[in-house]
């Protein structure tokens, strides 16, 4: 049997082939085909189990088998899958596409919005049809027959170039290299960064220490490496990434065949904004943005760019404040006259350091993944009442030998959800961390027989932090930053979302249904626990450097493997934690402007380019100008090649809720932030609900009142206007 037509169970990883992946696409679409025509056909009167369910159990096994296909692309991709998952896109995105723009199905969803069945349906299930009436307008079902035509053919193209985008920034990562073979150039670097790069060096059978742009090696060069031209011909490498410059004057290895320009995006982001703009004309919208904000709690592109500009005003005195400093200490303490884009993480690194008298290598040594993950564990265990046991590798088909999937139960030892975790950076794997679904909860079977059953959530998170290594014979754990581990947080809050759900309804199930900007909630709460005392210290473990002179302590004694964090440590860090917030929050507002400006005032065919517009946005609201061959837009896979067009503001505006939502916590009377029954709570009204009702009632349900930005000013050490 077809393992992507195997739905069963748990996702078969381990049969699934290239040759499996077109059959399975065609079966299942010609399946579906075949059921929208009965359901067409179907004289009836439409109601939720003849229509709504027969549709949405067909577009779910789809669904869920693309989903592998999709998954395995961005987690080990290889020449062979790439081509299949592009020859299969386009079919998939017509289907769908086509799908919206069903007359005949609008038709039948509009007679059951207004039939007396509508009243009895519960309000998970009204609230699917709603979403689906305005998805059938926001698809063009509205349109004439040749705007239609039109309308698809956008879909179809907007896909591809979605797709060669990653894959074109997937490749431009992969194809850099640095060897250094002199070990006076690698000065300052951490031993298992070392380890790494010289292991990755003996691969290629070279000499010295291979350094490439994936995190865990590209993030402590610039961290660290107390070589400048280093640190420079690394900037130059990553921040010109899939552009006309690709590679540039750099020293690498010599592009793939065709030369750089197959690989530079710059030609397909100018389409794909000429070909939102198309779309949202003929959707009667004046730009892609509104067709965005449809979909989200905030209402208008003026209401995002007013809530963004009031962020950049409070942040930018703390921005230039912490720029100020940090070239005074640069020029001062480094002799660094100028203050270069390759030079700020590593002069930051030093000024940390002095003035907090700890370093982020020595909190490294602290949160070895054999403690990280157990205390995580634990803190969602004590908050949400369920238990997270880890599915013995024989039992489970996986990816990957370093993948690891776990159950979690609730407290009688029923299966509540499942999740693959794969944490570690690799090639063929794409960049960042992100959750995504594998299987929904719902249910299955007609309940007024008693014969079904619920399906049960799985989801993947998907991570790229440094592996574990061997340093002189002696095996050491992955070791994570802290901000790896508020990473870690993140995905799993995301992920969270998506389990604990208790809807069962596919269409409002977990994060399904959930506005975009209010996705971000559960995610960014869970980061807030990453700077807490009582988290923390259950989930250290020091598991020191090999040898005494690299210990990175701040007093230089070499502190005993084993011990959690010291208090003092700690202190430290809480003390450092708004270390340069103004220059991290004007930085993420500045992407945010720059994605809503391009979505709502520019014009894609007026001349100017999207690295233009972000030169001017920059101009009037950063303080860091990064060097004019910096091609950011050219990474910009959130909003170019993921689902964050016109919504990058999100993770601002969700924080907002996120920092409120977890001042409740901190408000807690007693037993501190871990407090069991405002967690049941949080779980009852934001994550159980999945996206049955609006995501501002769920946050009224658990807050008791409308989101304030007090507490997200507050976390982020700036004072209140």
């Known amino acids: 049997m077809n393992p992507l037509l195997d739905f069963s169970?748990?996702?078969?990883?381990?049969?699934?082939?290239?040759?499996?992946?077109?059959?399975?696409?065609?079966?299942?679409?010609?399946?579906?085909?075949?059921?929208?025509?009965?359901?067409?056909?179907?004289?009836?009167?439409?109601?939720?189990?003849?229509?709504?369910?027969?549709?949405?159990?067909?577009?779910?096994?789809?669904?869920?088998?693309?989903?592998?296909?999709?998954?395995?692309?961005?987690?080990?991709?290889?020449?062979?899958?790439?081509?299949?998952?592009?020859?299969?896109?386009?079919?998939?995105?017509?289907?769908?596409?086509e799908l919206a723009q069903d007359q005949v199905l609008f038709g039948k969803f509009k007679q059951l919005r207004s039939s007396n069945e509508f009243e009895n349906l519960s309000p998970a299930r009204k609230k699917i049809i709603e979403d689906d009436l305005r998805d059938f307008r926001l698809g063009g079902a509205e349109l004439?027959?040749?705007?239609?035509?039109?309308?698809?053919?956008?879909?179809?193209?907007?896909?591809?170039?979605?797709?060669?985008?990653?894959?074109?920034?997937?490749?431009?990562?992969?194809?850099?290299?640095?060897?250094?073979?002199?070990?006076?150039?690698?000065?300052?670097?951490?031993?298992?960064?070392?380890?790494t790069a010289r292991e990755a060096a003996e691969k290629d059978n070279v000499p010295g220490w291979k350094f490439t742009l994936h995190a865990p090696s590209y993030l402590p060069v610039m961290q660290y490496a107390d070589?400048?031209?280093?640190?420079?011909?690394?900037?130059?490498?990553?921040?010109?990434?899939?552009?006309?410059?690709?590679?540039?004057?750099?020293?690498?290895?010599?592009?793939?065949?065709?030369?750089?320009?197959?690989l530079d995006n710059t030609p397909l982001i100018a389409r794909m904004l000429q070909l939102r703009k198309e779309e949202a004309q003929l959707l009667g919208?004046?730009?892609?943005?509104?067709?965005?904000?449809?979909?989200?709690?905030?209402?208008?592109?003026?209401?995002?760019?007013?809530?963004?500009?009031?962020?950049?005003?409070?942040?930018?005195?703390?921005?230039?404040?912490?720029?100020?400093?940090?070239?005074?200490?640069?020029?001062?303490?480094?002799?660094?006259?100028?203050l270069e884009a390759w030079d700020i993480a590593y002069a930051s690194e030093k000024l940390r350091l002095e003035r907090y008298a700890f370093s982020e290598q020595e909190v490294k040594q602290y949160f070895p993944e054999t403690s990280v993950l157990p205390?995580?564990?634990?803190?969602?265990?004590?908050?949400?009442?369920?238990?997270?046991?880890?599915?013995?590798?024989?039992?489970?088909?996986?990816?990957?030998?370093?993948?690891?999937?776990?159950?979690?139960?609730?407290?009688?030892?029923?299966?509540?959800?499942?999740?693959?975790?794969?944490?570690?950076?690799?090639?063929?794997?794409?960049?960042?961390?992100?959750?995504?679904?594998?299987?929904?909860?719902?249910?299955?079977?007609?309940?007024?027989?008693?014969?079904?059953?619920?399906?049960?959530?799985?989801?993947?998170?998907?991570?790229?932090?440094?592996?574990?290594?061997?340093?002189?014979?002696?095996?050491?754990?992955?070791?994570?930053?802290?901000?790896?581990?508020?990473?870690?947080?993140?995905?799993?809050?995301?992920?969270?979302?998506?389990?604990?759900?208790?809807?069962?309804?596919?269409?409002?199930?977990?994060?399904?249904?959930?506005?975009?900007?209010?996705?971000?909630?559960?995610?960014?709460?869970?980061?807030?626990?990453?700077?807490?005392?009582d988290v923390l210290h259950n989930m250290t473990r020091r598991v020191g450097p090999v040898s005494r002179a690299s210990d990175d302590s701040a007093s230089g004694a070499r502190m005993p493997d084993g011990e959690p964090i010291p208090r003092e440590l700690f202190d430290k860090m809480l003390a450092a934690k708004n270390f340069q917030s103004g220059l991290q929050m004007l930085r993420q507002i500045e992407f945010a402007l720059f994605d809503m400006h391009l979505h709502s005032d520019f014009d894609p065919n007026g001349g100017k380019t999207a690295q233009q517009l972000l030169d001017e946005i920059r101009e009037q609201v950063a303080v860091i100008i990064p060097p004019k061959f910096n091609r950011f837009p050219n990474s910009f896979s959130h909003i170019f090649g993921g689902g964050y067009a016109a919504g990058y503001y999100s993770y601002k505006w969700a924080e907002v809720l996120s920092a409120d939502a977890y001042s409740l916590f901190e408000e807690a009377p007693a037993g501190g932030v871990i407090n069991r029954d405002t967690g049941i709570r949080f779980r009852n009204e934001i994550l159980a609900v999945g996206g049955s009702r609006p995501a501002l009632e769920s946050f009224i349900a658990f807050r008791g009142r409308e989101p304030k930005i007090d507490a997200l000013l507050r976390h982020n050490g700036m004072a209140i206007a």
Request: net charge negative; glycine share 6%; proline share 5%.
């Open 9 to 97: 169970g748990l996702p078969r990883f381990a049969d699934i082939r290239t040759e499996h992946i077109t059959p399975a696409v065609k079966q299942l679409l010609a399946e579906n085909h075949a059921m929208l025509d009965s359901i067409r056909n179907d004289t009836s009167t439409p109601a939720w189990d003849n229509f709504v369910q027969p549709m949405t159990d067909a577009n779910e096994r789809l669904s869920r088998a693309w989903g592998q296909v999709s998954h395995l692309n961005a987690v080990k991709n290889t020449p062979e899958l790439r081509e299949a998952y592009n020859a299969n896109l386009p079919l998939i995105t017509q289907y769908y596409a």
């Open 144 to 195: 004439s027959p040749e705007k239609k035509e039109r309308f698809l053919h956008i879909q179809e193209e907007l896909s591809a170039l979605g797709s060669r985008f990653n894959d074109n920034l997937l490749d431009a990562t992969n194809n850099f290299a640095l060897q250094v073979e002199n070990a006076d150039e690698v000065s300052g670097i951490p031993d298992d960064v070392l380890q």
């Open 227 to 262: 070589n400048r031209k280093l640190r420079e011909k690394m900037y130059r490498a990553y921040s010109t990434r899939a552009s006309e410059i690709e590679a540039g004057e750099i020293e690498a290895p010599a592009p793939p065949a065709g030369g750089t320009a197959d």
């Open 285 to 338: 919208f004046e730009c892609y943005a509104e067709v965005s904000l449809a979909a989200k709690m905030a209402s208008t592109p003026k209401q995002v760019l007013d809530f963004l500009g009031e962020l950049a005003a409070k942040a930018r005195p703390y921005a230039e404040r912490d720029l100020k400093e940090l070239r005074q200490f640069a020029g001062d303490k480094l002799q660094l006259e100028a």
């Open 375 to 533: 205390g995580m564990f634990k803190l969602v265990e004590s908050l949400y009442g369920i238990v997270i046991t880890l599915v013995d590798a024989a039992d489970a088909q996986l990816w990957h030998p370093d993948v690891k999937l776990f159950n979690i139960t609730d407290t009688a030892g029923n299966l509540v959800g499942r999740f693959y975790l794969d944490l570690y950076a690799r090639p063929g794997k794409r960049g960042g961390g992100w959750m995504d679904d594998a299987v929904s909860r719902r249910r299955i079977g007609a309940e007024c027989t008693g014969e079904y059953r619920i399906q049960t959530p799985v989801a993947y998170l998907n991570c790229n932090f440094s592996a574990p290594v061997r340093i002189n014979g002696e095996s050491r754990p992955a070791l994570f930053t802290h901000d790896d581990v508020i990473t870690l947080f993140h995905e799993f809050g995301h992920g969270l979302h998506h389990l604990l759900t208790q809807v069962e309804d596919l269409g409002v199930s977990g994060i399904h249904g959930v506005e975009w900007d209010a996705v971000e909630l559960p995610s960014q709460f869970m980061e807030n626990f990453c700077w807490e005392w």
